[in-house]
């Protein structure tokens, strides 16, 4: 799924947005030849995060305990390559967020979003009335200055839709 969002190879580092158990953090890290900043706000789960990552011999990875929303996430202005917004653009006010993904990555840079589908039954995700659609999800990213790439339709996985926004060059 991360390679298929165009998350691999040299693409730069990467800036996670809600690392969370690190599901994703992980098969980042192994893809990319640069480094991924895994943030959250819970401090447990940026800590089972950067173990797994130990215990896996992955060395890129660092785990940032951070409120993104409330104060950005702390890298500098057009540092990242890939920018990872993984089942987090339910939050309140998304646009911001993805301003935050467009200031931090540099121009040409990836951001690239899954979410839970709504039109299927899936084990898990947040209420229905909260998930966004990937068509609200491209709004969403031209309204922070992103362009639309493609959507992917994501075969590996049942129950999520990809999509994949850029920083214009
Ligand atoms: C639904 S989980 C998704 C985790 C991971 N991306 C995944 O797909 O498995 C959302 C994560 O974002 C984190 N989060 C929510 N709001 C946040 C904020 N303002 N700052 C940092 N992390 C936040 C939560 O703690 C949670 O771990």
Avoid: Q
């Amino acid at each position: 799924m991360v390679e298929k969002l165009g998350c691999t190879g040299p693409c730069g580092d990467v800036v996670e947005f809600g690392c969370g158990y690190g599901t994703f953090t992980l098969p980042a890290a192994r893809a990319v030849t640069g480094r991924v900043f895994a943030l959250d706000i819970e401090p447990e789960l940026v800590a089972a995060t950067t173990r797994k990552a130990r215990e896996a011999g992955l060395a890129n990875v660092t785990g940032v305990v951070r409120d993104f929303l409330a104060d950005g996430c702390g890298l500098p202005d057009g540092s990242a390559g890939y920018a990872i917004l993984f089942n987090i653009l339910h939050v309140e006010d998304p646009v911001s967020l993805l301003r935050e993904a467009r200031r931090v990555l540099a121009p040409g840079g990836t951001a690239g979003v899954i979410h839970w589908r709504t039109d299927v039954e899936t084990p898990r995700g947040p209420p229905l009335p909260i998930r966004p659609t990937a068509d609200r999800c491209r709004t969403w990213g031209e309204a922070a200055g992103l362009e639309f790439v493609r959507t992917e339709s994501l075969c590996c996985c049942s129950w999520h839709w990809g999509l994949v926004l850029r920083r214009p060059g």
